[in-house]
Each structure stands twice: as structure tokens, then as C-alpha cells.
């Protein structure tokens, strides 16, 4: 029903940045939030960064000051800007969605995007 499509991942040196793109399609009525998680092995998949409908934010401490998340409405796209990026914030970033599905309906629904691979060098 909704297809999250993301890209922008990529090698930086510490210190570079990224911008990722995560591209919302299907059929949905609204999207409610947002989100980019981040997952390395053997560790638990993380909130990185999220955006709700009304604008509010929440980073990751480990991110705050060095990551800003938006959107382009317009366009159903969401974006991670990465400044100042270290080796610790290497992993495979998803995106997510939560969407109202119709009109009709007030229940929400997750979906991830496939995940770009972000790696960075010291």
C-alpha cells in the first residue's frame, strides 16, 4: 500500500555529511510521522530522528546538534541532514512512516523503507 523508497546513504570521511532522502508513494491519505532509525550488527535498531505532522522533533542524544530531519510535504519526502558525522554513526539508516490510511479511518500504520548503508571513516 505504501512504498518508502530512501537514498543518500554513502562513504565520508568524519567530520563530512550526508543527506538522506526518504520518498513516501502508495495509496494513504495522510502521514502522521516520520522517522529515521539506525541498526549495526548485534545491536538493537535506534530512533535517530523522528517528525510529527505537527512539527514536533525528537532526536537521539548521540545526534542532537549534528542531524536535522524535514520535509517537503509537496513532494512526500522526508530528509535526514547529516553535518559533522563520526564513525560512530555508521549503520544502515531506515526510514519509517506512519500513515493514516484513509479518510475514512483514524488508524495508523508503519511502514520502513529498505535502508541505505551510511559509513563513515576516521
Known amino acids: 500500500q505504501v512504498q518508502l523508497v530512501e537514498s543518500g546513504g554513502g562513504l565520508v570521511q568524519a567530520g563530512g555529511s550526508l543527506r538522506l532522502s526518504c520518498a513516501a508513494s502508495?495509496?494513504?491519505?495522510?502521514?502522521?510521522?516520520m522517522g529515521w532509525y539506525r541498526q549495526t550488527p548485534g545491536k538493537q535498531r535506534e530512533l535517530v530522528a523522528s517528525?510529527?505532522?505537527?512539527?514536533?522533533?525528537n532526536y537521539a542524544d548521540s545526534v542532537k546538534g549534528r542531524f536535522t530531519i524535514f520535509r517537503d510535504n509537496a513532494k512526500n519526502t522526508v530528509y535526514l541532514q547529516m553535518d559533522n558525522l563520526k564513525p560512530e554513526d555508521t549503520a544502515v539508516y531506515y526510514c519509517?512512516?506512519?500513515?493514516?490510511?484513509?479518510?475514512?479511518?483514524?488508524?495508523?500504520?508503519?511502514?520502513w523503507g529498505q535502508g541505505t548503508q551510511v559509513t563513515v571513516s576516521s
Open positions: 502508495g495509496s494513504f491519505f495522510s502521514i502522521n510521522a
Open positions: 517528525l510529527t505532522s505537527n512539527g514536533s522533533t
Open positions: 519509517n512512516g506512519r500513515v493514516r490510511a484513509t479518510i475514512e479511518s483514524r488508524l495508523l500504520y508503519n511502514y
